[in-house]
């Protein structure tokens, strides 16, 4: 029997380029109109990632300079305004491995009050140093995100149930902890430069322009990567706009924070507030986590498909239970920050609002609260998103029941934005 191929198909088959290929769209080149067609497409499509967020800070800011012109732009109120979103912003960072599970976790502001009432009765009743303290009161929180991810991974204990029983438990163990009505004090020199003393000047322009240099130099080293073994790549141009957005945003707060914010012509009070590095770097680590990782892309295939992803060969519950252990090993950190703030642990640490407004943040910043969908900086933006609202609401002198409505349409209009994007996504097949 003849098996001879006609040339005709022959030149078809050796002739056949990426372009007939399923993945022909990770190898095809973009132009700058292209690259901005195409996200004007996935917006329409439903992906619309930071956006909300990003323009909800800019029309914030625009609506309390008009409204406080002499105030809300003043370098003392942005100092302010930093170091107020510091702890919203780190348990919101937590909080987002766990949404991105399609988890809650309710118990991660009262674990964040519990670790700094360790740290405080460490320091001040059992003299011990501060190191000693942060590292125990952040093991107090791996081992409660343990057991919350152990209840909920292996014994299949529903999330909402298992994290509502450790938020009224833990308020319990705090209050036992300090005493009812009590408050711990915190003196620690260290401890509380956190929130209340600033970098050096020279300091905090040397680490702005290392951040600007290192955030170029990692975008255009993967751009150069991509180009090179022939994958889709945003053009140069894009890239080159991306970073220069990126190191004016951190050269300007520089600046501004830098300014002499002192009360007095007596004193100088100027530069940044030692938390904000601390933001910085955890930030940095987290997104490097989720997005240059196994185990970040581990978790977002078990929240995007839990049975795919085991049958895929990933650990499910192992990744339940990290994302726990995750979420409450940062609550500690910004329990921590909180009392820098305050100088002392009361025993309504962690309560209150504060899950909610880390919630808020997560989802405000992008986060979805179905799953699979959020990054790191989700949290940097819907905490400062929160942090105007309470800022700018409070320099307006506006009744604490309008800021909690305010608050709460906000979050209501993030999650309305989030479920119409998932339909839109779902209708378009994404």
């Known amino acids: ?20 290929a399923d993945f022909a769209t990770d190898r ?12 004007w497409h996935r917006i329409k499509a439903g992906e619309l990632g930071a956006l909300p967020a990003v323009l909800g800070l800019v029309s914030l800011v625009v609506l309390f ?7 809300f732009l003043s370098t003392g109120n942005m100092a302010n305004l930093s170091v ?7 348990l919101a960072m937590g909080l987002v491995f766990v949404l991105l599970l399609g988890e809650i976790d309710l118990a991660a502001g009262v674990a964040s009050g519990l670790c700094a009432a360790v740290l405080a009765k460490l320091i001040t009743d059992a003299g011990q140093p501060w190191y000693t303290a942060v590292l125990s009161g952040i093991a107090i929180g791996i081992v409660i995100g343990t057991a919350i991810g152990w209840l909920v991974s292996v014994l299949r204990i529903p999330s909402f149930v298992v994290t509502l029983a450790f938020f009224l438990g833990l308020q319990g163990v705090t209050l036992r902890l300090i005493g009812e009505g009590g408050t711990v004090p915190v003196r620690d020199d260290v ?3 956190l929130s209340n003393k600033n970098m050096p000047i020279w300091l905090g322009w040397a680490l702005a322009g290392v951040c600007a240099a290192g955030y170029t130099a990692a975008q255009l080293l ?17 890239v080159i706009a991306q970073c220069a957005v990126v190191a004016a945003a951190l050269l300007i707060s520089t600046y501004v924070l830098s300014l002499d914010r002192a009360p007095s012509p007596l004193i100088t009070l100027g530069g940044i507030p030692w938390g904000v590095p601390l933001v910085g770097a955890l930030l940095i680590v987290c997104t490097f986590v989720l997005g240059r990782t196994a185990y970040g892309r581990h978790i977002y295939a078990v929240g995007g498909n839990a049975e795919a992803a085991r049958r895929a060969g990933i650990n499910v519950t192992r990744i339940r239970i990290s994302v726990f252990m995750i979420a409450s090993g940062l ?11 305050l100088n002392s642990v009361a025993t309504s640490a962690g309560g209150g609002n504060t899950l909610l407004y880390a919630v808020g943040a997560a989802v405000i910043g992008g986060t979805s609260l179905f799953g699979g969908r959020g990054k790191a900086r989700d949290a940097v933006l819907g905490g400062l998103v929160i942090a105007l609202i309470d800022n700018g609401l409070g320099l307006l002198g506006t009744s604490a029941y309008l800021s909690y409505l305010i608050t709460g349409l906000v979050l209501l209009l993030a999650a309305s934005i989030d479920a119409l994007a998932r339909r839109r ?6």
């Open 331 to 341: 609550a500690a950190v910004s329990g921590i920050v909180a009392a820098s703030r």
């Open 1 to 20: 029997m003849s098996t001879d191929i006609p040339d005709d198909l022959t030149k078809g088959a050796k002739t056949m380029t990426l372009a007939d």
């Open 28 to 39: 095809r080149e973009h132009d700058m109109a292209s690259a901005l067609l195409d996200y």
């Open 222 to 238: 993967r751009w150069r990567r991509q180009r090179v073994r022939h994958l889709h790549s945003k053009p140069v141009e894009f």
């Open 425 to 430: 996504r779902s209708s378009t097949g994404r």
């Open 191 to 193: 401890i509380v430069a």
């Open 84 to 90: 107020q979103a510091m702890p919203i912003t780190i």
């Open 65 to 71: 300079t008009v409204l406080k012109p002499g105030t």
